[in-house]
């Protein structure tokens, strides 16, 4: 039998996880759970990137690990777990930076958007690649689930390992690839459909967050904005309406085709309300789950204990077999 593929992905604890979460990464890493080897972070060294409040942080860990579990992780097909209690993400990523071009860094998309406009910006903004790097390729990684945003730092991954095998023998380090969903893997701020949709933005109508209540959902949709016209069509020209298209065909799992067609003939408003039922439904699972895991905050913590036990040795495993590679042996 061929050896199960291995998966790694991670997301941010640095705020209230939405839709575009969901639909973009967790949604996926769940549908493809069966006969893979699954392994999930929630990566705090990634959140102090930027400044974070440290009692909201070590809350935030919590709610995004729920957050996951929620949305259909199992901790018993897939290993769960924080990228801080895990040591070894740092050393690795250590030995990465030394194999990695300050040219290469400063044409990450990333850090220039979250750097902007910023008076002063971390060391560690601007190096987060690297670590996203040793978080993949510590665990062997064959694929990684993400959104559209996250292709340009996993290609830094491959080139980053690529450089290390072509120097230290080619069984140093497994090549990664992302797989990223053709339909939903960038879904835009309700507020402007030029950004993406993220837990960082200001303003809270810009997302739905994976706990809005319905009447929050209701409303935020009722004030998203649309563009000129009046019809329900799916375009290059009607960037918020295609937004809205893509997220009602990921939680309704219709296609948008099929969708434009029914709404023929009808307008913005009924499009809308339709859209926020869809919304507050396809939402209605995750949010008992959550309420179950609200009431049960050591299970929570005991998944994650275990996690960091299963990941000890594969990254463990990795770590030393670089090290003696390039003679830190
Ligand atoms: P932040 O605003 O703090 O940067 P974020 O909302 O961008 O956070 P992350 O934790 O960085 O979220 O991302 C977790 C996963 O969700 C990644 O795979 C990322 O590609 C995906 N993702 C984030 N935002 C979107 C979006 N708007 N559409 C689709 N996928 C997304
Ligand atoms: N950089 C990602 C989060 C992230 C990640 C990873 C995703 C950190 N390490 C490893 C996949 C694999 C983000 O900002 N969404």
Not at 130 to 150: H, S
Not at 241 to 256: C, G, P, R, V
């Amino acid at each position: 039998m061929d050896k199960k593929k291995r998966v790694f992905s991670g997301i941010q604890p640095s705020g209230s996880a939405h839709i575009g979460n969901y639909i973009g990464a967790i949604r996926n890493w769940a549908a493809g759970q069966e006969g893979k080897d699954n392994i999930f972070c929630v990566v705090d060294l990634h959140a102090i990137t930027v400044p974070q409040d440290p009692k909201e942080l070590e809350e935030n860990i919590l709610e995004t690990a729920k957050i996951i579990i929620a949305a259909g992780i199992d901790p018993e097909k897939s290993i769960l777990f924080v990228q801080s209690d895990r040591p070894e993400h740092a050393e690795l990523a250590w030995i990465l930076n030394c194999h990695t071009q300050m040219g290469e860094l400063s044409r990450m998309t990333q850090y220039k958007e979250k750097g902007e406009g910023k008076q002063s910006v971390s060391a560690g903004l601007f190096d987060y690649p690297v670590l996203m790097a040793a978080d993949i390729l510590l665990y062997d990684t064959d694929e990684v689930p993400v959104g559209d945003d996250q292709k340009q730092h996993v290609e830094l991954a491959r080139d980053i390992a690529g450089r290390i095998n072509s120097r230290y023998g080619k069984d140093t380090l497994v090549i990664p690839k992302p797989t990223i969903k053709k339909e939903g893997a960038r879904i835009m701020s309700l507020s402007d459909p030029k950004k993406k949709m993220a837990k960082s933005a200001k303003g809270e109508n810009s997302y739905i967050a994976l706990r809005d209540d319905a009447d929050t959902i209701r409303r935020k949709i009722k004030k998203a904005v649309t563009d000129s016209g009046s019809e329900i069509v799916y375009g290059k020209d009607k960037p918020a309406l295609a937004n809205l298209l893509t997220i009602y065909s990921a939680f309704a799992d219709e296609k948008i085709q099929d969708i434009v067609e029914r709404y023929k003939g009808k307008g913005y408003a009924e499009f809308k309300q339709d859209l926020a039922e869809v919304v507050v439904q396809g939402l209605a699972p995750i949010q008992a789950r959550l309420d179950d895991l609200d009431n049960d905050p050591g299970y929570v913590v005991k998944v994650l204990a275990d996690g960091a036990q299963k990941a000890a040795p594969i990254a463990s495993a990795t770590l030393g077999r670089v090290k003696n590679k390039i003679g830190l042996g």
